[in-house]
């Protein structure tokens, strides 16, 4: 394991209602991962996965414990930074199980968006998304729009959207579902491309059997509870 | 930063563009609405203006003659003519009737003029097509929107009139055309009665011995004329002699003559606040009515837009986008659609104006306010859209 963390969680906690009717969705969960890392999270259904992905992604707030992004303390047991917006723009890539690309803007300009939400030029934020494109291999149809794609080059264009303001982490909400083996494997091989490349912490949320083996890390997630185990790891290499 | 409203409105241009013409449609038909009032007030302001009058004599306490009957007598005109600062004053008579013309009739307004010289009040004054009355009895002159040709001949009650000459934007308050005759003829046709009545009367007078007597020959004759003419006009219109203003001259003749004398300024109040104010308060009611069906239109459309968008505008939240951003391309998408709608609208309007069957007239400072009025709706009908985006959780693009 890295001695830095992309993201680290200490004793995460949440809650959900109160009294007798309080459920518990996550017990207590650990959780570290370094720049250029890509770790698994596997769990069964109502295991807390999508609950702790919400956590991840500062779209919900834990109940307690803490979470460190980089270096910047995001959550700590009830205290939040205060422009959870501005992080997940800035600082969290999200990658869906669907694509959810924005079916009115083309290829480009899905990916162009969140460097200009940030404040990026036009001009500029198209520059990045084309490189961003280039390398995913689908630069050659960025002025397609959305409903013109295969399903994985749609997927492809959603991590150069997660990837394009160089986040340190990026959260992969089951990715490869709707792919076949091929086409799943090629999306995992580009996911740990881009981690190296980029120094970026990749999670990816999966039920994906075929997956599993290309983690060197996965967490396990039961009861609202982690337990780390150390995978086949093949990796790409 | 890209416009995501104007995109939004390119991909779907079909859906946009389809609802904006129905929209329009509708803005259309309230410019139009719009314009009728407008052309109200215009046709009253018309019949002031092209009769030629400084001022209205018309019978006392009344609001004649336009908005109420007015009855004087027609020797009245002798005595207003010879008061300071008249500089002529003339009889003149207004009945609204079905002017016949072979198979058909027209709706028509029939005013009485007195055969004279050009100019003066109450005559058109100007002609599209012919020459003016010159003959005291049996000619006419038309308003082109009656449909009557040069040469054609008219049935006014009993008699048969040719139109020698065609005027334009000469109609009564209501719109109606006006038909030009002369005055001996309108003073016979405003109160003519049927044969019948007439030789009832006539049997009736005979056998009355007080009209009568033998010993006064010429007693029955006399009074039976008196009986079948009619004395009477609706107004005298007077012009007034440079230098005088019409209340100068207007005093003399109430105080005097005992008359009810109106002024232009007066009459016109009469005509738009006491003639046409209820006309204008129905326009007015379908007006609201009609901006509450686009407004209830618009927000439909837009909320139902939204909701279609409910997974991509959850994405949006997820990834950073501002609440103002997409607030923005809501409000963005309900204004273009009003736009679309208002252009489409003011079209439509323009085209199907001259075929209405009653003057509509669009006046650009209505269309600009109808423009604002249209924008305000639909910013305001994409509240309920926003509200519902506004609401939508982030984590709703997140699986589970």
Redesign the interface.
């Known amino acids: 394991m890295a001695d830095s963390y992309g993201i680290r969680i200490e004793g995460v906690r949440k809650r959900y209602g109160e009294g007798d009717t309080a459920v518990d969705a996550l017990r207590h969960v650990d959780m570290q991962v370094a720049p250029g890392e890509v770790v698994g999270l596997i769990g069964p259904s109502g295991s807390g996965k999508s609950t702790l992905l919400k956590c991840l992604g500062a779209v919900i707030e834990p109940t307690a414990g803490r979470m460190i992004l980089g270096e910047q303390v995001i959550y700590d047991d009830g205290w939040k930074i205060p422009d959870l917006r501005a992080l997940r723009r800035d600082k969290i890539g999200f990658v869906f199980q669907a694509p959810y690309l924005i079916p009115f803007l083309d290829v480009t300009d899905n990916v162009a968006l969140l460097p200009m939400l940030a404040g990026h030029s036009n001009a500029e934020s198209r520059k990045r998304a084309l490189e961003l494109l280039q390398a995913l291999d689908v630069g050659h149809r960025a002025k397609a729009m959305p409903s013109q794609l295969s399903g994985g080059e749609q997927q492809r264009v959603s991590i150069a959207r997660a990837l394009v303001n160089r986040p340190p982490v990026i959260l992969a909400d089951e990715p490869t579902a709707p792919l076949d083996s091929e086409r799943a494997l090629a999306v995992i091989r580009i996911l740990n491309q881009m981690a190296s490349q980029y120094e970026t912490a990749i999670i990816v949320v999966t039920h994906d059997e075929k997956i599993l083996p290309t983690f060197k890390r996965i967490y396990h997630i039961r009861d609202g509870k982690t337990h780390e185990e150390v995978g086949e790891g093949r990796g790409f290499d | ?2 416009s ?1 409203a104007g ?2 409105i ?3 241009w079909g859906k946009f563009v389809f609802t904006g013409v129905g929209l329009g449609l509708l803005i259309g038909v309230t410019l139009t609405m719009a314009g009728v009032y407008r052309g109200m007030i215009d046709d009253a302001q018309v019949l002031i203006d092209n009769s030629g009058a400084d001022l209205w004599v018309v019978q006392k306490d009344t609001l004649g003659p336009y908005a109420e009957s007015s009855s004087l007598y027609e020797e009245i005109y002798r005595s207003i003519v010879i008061m300071p600062g008249v500089a002529q004053a003339v009889n003149v008579t207004y009945f609204t009737m079905q002017v016949r013309h072979g198979e058909r009739d027209v709706r028509s307004m029939a005013v009485g003029i007195v055969p004279g010289e050009t100019g003066q009040p109450g005559w058109p004054p100007y002609l599209v097509a012919g020459r003016q009355i010159t003959h005291s009895h049996y000619e006419a002159v038309a308003d082109i929107a009656t449909g009557f040709k040069l040469g054609d001949r008219i049935k006014i009650r009993r008699n048969h009139y040719t139109v020698v000459g065609l005027t334009r934007r000469m109609v009564s308050s209501n719109g109606d055309p006006m038909v030009f005759i002369p005055l001996k003829d309108a003073q016979e046709a405003q109160f003519l009665k049927d044969n019948d009545a007439i030789v009832q009367n006539r049997r009736r007078t005979a056998e009355n011995p007080n009209f009568n007597r033998p010993g006064v020959p010429g007693l029955l004759d006399a009074v039976i004329a008196s009986q079948s003419g009619n004395p009477y006009v609706n107004a005298v219109l007077v012009s007034i002699k440079p230098g005088y203003t019409a209340e100068q001259v207007a005093e003399p003749i109430r105080r005097w003559k005992r008359l009810t004398v109106y002024t232009h300024a007066q009459m016109e109040s009469i005509l738009i606040e006491k003639l046409i104010a209820t006309a204008a308060k129905q326009i007015g009611m379908f007006l609201v009515i009609l901006a509450l069906v686009s407004a209830a239109i618009v927000a439909f459309i837009i909320y139902t837009l939204t909701l279609g968008k409910i ?2 505008i959850a ?8 609440n103002r ?1 997409i607030a923005a391309m809501i409000m963005q998408q309900a204004i273009g659609l009003g736009l679309i709608g208002f252009a489409v609208g003011k079209i439509a309007a323009t085209f199907w104006a001259p075929i209405f069957p009653k003057y509509v007239l669009l006046l650009p400072g209505d269309s600009l306010r109808g423009f604002v009025v249209v924008v305000v709706i639909c910013a305001l009908a994409s509240v309920l859209a926003i509200r519902a985006a506004l609401k939508v ?3 709703e ?4």
Do not use: F, N, Q, S
Not at chain 2, 315 to 322: C, D, N, P, Q
Not at chain 2, 397 to 400: M, R, T
């Open positions: 930063m890209i995501l995109r939004d390119l991909h779907g997974r991509e994405v949006l939240k997820l990834i950073g986008t501002r951003t959780d982030p984590a693009a997140i699986g589970g």
